[in-house]
C-alpha cells in the first residue's frame, strides 16, 4: 500500500483558482464515493479549506501504479470539478509516500499554512478524517495515518513555541485592537478591501466571536463570495460609498485595498466619532499607498495603526518562531519515521499469522497425539517428555534444515539470521 497525495493551496494557487477546487463539507462524501472508483485508490480523504484542496489516497503499490494513479487523480479532479486541463498547470503538487506523510504532518502542524503555527487547520484535518470514515473511505492505512498526524501536531504543540509568538500582520492586527478593547468579541468589525491580507484578518477576528462583521469592497460579488466563506460569523456586505454614512456604527476597521487614493479620510472619520460620542475606533490600515489618512491618527480617539507598526510586533516575535520552527520540524522527522516503522512492520503481518498458524497446527497435533497415549493408560511422565520432544523436533526441524541444506555464502547468512533469531550468542 502506497500513500500518494496531490492538491493545490495558498503558495502554489490565487484565491480565484482555489475558489473552484473547494468541497462544501456535504458534497465531500459523494466526492469520496466517486473518488474510490479510480482504479488503483483503495482509501481516500479531502481536506478542503479556503487555502488548499488536497486529497490523500492509498493506492496499489508499484511505482508504475503511483504514476498512473497521480494522472487518474489529476483528471478527476479536473473532470470532479469541471475545469480544463490548463487550469492546473503549475498549481498543483503531489507527493508519493514518505513526502506525502511528512506533508500531512506539517499542515497539521501549521507549518504549511499561510499562518505560521495556526490552530485552525488541525480542527479542518479532523473534519476531514471525521467526513472520510462516514462516507466509509478511511480504511485501516489512512485512520491509523490521521491518528499519529494528530498525534504529531499535538506534540508539536504542546512542546514547541509554534503558536506562542505573533508572526503574522493579520495576529499582529488582532493582537494591537486587544489593547484597545480587552473584548474583542463585543466588537463590530469592518473590513475594506476583499483580498488575501483582508481574507487572513478575517480569519483572525472571526475567531474571537465579535458582533458583527461587515465587508465593504467595490466589487460587491467578490465581498460576497468571501462573506459566503464565514457564515457562522454572520458576514454581510456593504458598498464602498456607503463608508462614510456607516462608519460610526464600527469599533474596529481593517483596511487592505489597492486604491491609489485614501479611502477613508480626516472628516469621514470626524463625523463617525462624533455620532459615537469619541467612543474610541481602532484602525488598521494595511494597504501600499495608505488607505487611511494620515492625520487620522492624529485625533484623540483613534489608534491608528499602519504596516510599520504591526511589523515591529511581526519582527519581535519572529526568531523565537523561528526556533520553535526547528523543533518542529524535528519532532515530524521522528514522526515520518515511526510510521514508515509501523508500515514496514505491516507487511510482515501475512508472514507472522503464517508462522504463527504452523505453530498452532503443530503443538494440536503432538497435543492429541499425547492426548491418545494418556487414554490408553500409557505413563503420563513418559507422555509428557515425548510430547516435549515431539515439540521440539518439529519446530526446529525447518531452521535445521535450512541450514544443512544451504553452503557457501547463503549458509553463513542463514547461520547470522538464527543466531539473531533464537538469540544464541546472548547469555539469557
Not at 466509509?136 to 514547541?160: D, I, M
Not at 466588537?187 to 458583527?212: D, K, Q, W, Y
Not at 469592497?217 to 465581498?223: D, E, L, M, P
Not at 501600499?288 to 491608528?304: C, H, M, N, Q, S
Amino acid at each position: 500500500m502506497q500513500l500518494l497525495a496531490l492538491g493545490i493551496n495558498h503558495r502554489t494557487a490565487p484565491l480565484a483558482l482555489r475558489e473552484q477546487l473547494v468541497f462544501p463539507p456535504t458534497e465531500v462524501g459523494r466526492a469520496l464515493h466517486d473518488l474510490l472508483t479510480l482504479p488503483m485508490v483503495n482509501e481516500a480523504a479531502i481536506l478542503s479549506t479556503c487555502n488548499r484542496t488536497e486529497l490523500y489516497c492509498s493506492i496499489t503499490s508499484g511505482s508504475s501504479d503511483e504514476h498512473a494513479a497521480g494522472v487518474n487523480l489529476t483528471e478527476w479532479l479536473l473532470r470532479y470539478q469541471r475545469l480544463p486541463p490548463e487550469k492546473l498547470h503549475g498549481h498543483l503538487y503531489h507527493h508519493p509516500q514518505q513526502a506525502a506523510i511528512r506533508h500531512m504532518f506539517r499542515v497539521a502542524s501549521g507549518l504549511d499554512s499561510m499562518v505560521l503555527g495556526e490552530p485552525q487547520i488541525l480542527g479542518q484535518m479532523k473534519q476531514a478524517a471525521r467526513l472520510a470514515s462516514e462516507a466509509g473511505t478511511l480504511g485501516t492505512f489512512l485512520g491509523k495515518l490521521f491518528q499519529r498526524t494528530f498525534a504529531v501536531a499535538k506534540e508539536v504543540r504542546s512542546t514547541t513555541a509554534i503558536g506562542a509568538n505573533i508572526v503574522s500582520m493579520a495576529a499582529a492586527a488582532v493582537h494591537l485592537s486587544g489593547r484597545i478593547f480587552d473584548q474583542n468579541s463585543n466588537r463590530n468589525i469592518l473590513f475594506v478591501g476583499a483580498g488575501e491580507m483582508i481574507e487572513l484578518c478575517l480569519t483572525h477576528f472571526a475567531a474571537r466571536g465579535p458582533s458583527r462583521i461587515t465587508i465593504a469592497n467595490r466589487t460587491n460579488s467578490r465581498a460576497t463570495a468571501l462573506a459566503a466563506r464565514f457564515a457562522e460569523n454572520k458576514v454581510d456586505t456593504m458598498a464602498l460609498n456607503e463608508i462614510d454614512t456607516r462608519l460610526a456604527e464600527y469599533d474596529i476597521i481593517v483596511s487592505c485595498t489597492s486604491s491609489p487614493l485614501p479611502i477613508i479620510g480626516l472628516g469621514m472619520v470626524e463625523r463617525a466619532l462624533k455620532v459615537r460620542r469619541h467612543r474610541p475606533m481602532v484602525m488598521v490600515d494595511l494597504a501600499v499607498p495608505r488607505d487611511i489618512e494620515a492625520d487620522v491618527g492624529e485625533l484623540d480617539d483613534i489608534f491608528l495603526y499602519t504596516l510599520d507598526d504591526l511589523g515591529q510586533i511581526v519582527e519581535s516575535g519572529l526568531e523565537a518562531r523561528h526556533e520553535a520552527v526547528i523543533d518542529a520540524e524535528n519532532i515530524i522527522t521522528e514522526g515520518v519515521s515511526g510510521f514508515e516503522h509501523w508500515l514496514e512492520a505491516r507487511d510482515n503481518v501475512p508472514t507472522i499469522r503464517s508462522l504463527r498458524d504452523r505453530a498452532e497446527r503443530t503443538r494440536v497435533n503432538e497435543l492429541e497425539t499425547a492426548l491418545r497415549q494418556l487414554a490408553r493408560g500409557d505413563d503420563p511422565a513418559k507422555v509428557l517428555e515425548a510430547l516435549s520432544q515431539g515439540l521440539t523436533n518439529k519446530l526446529m526441524h525447518g531452521p535445521t534444515h535450512a541450514l544443512n541444506a544451504a553452503s557457501g555464502p547463503e549458509r553463513a547468512n542463514i547461520s547470522e539470521f538464527i543466531s539473531k533469531i533464537y538469540r544464541l550468542n546472548q547469555s539469557d
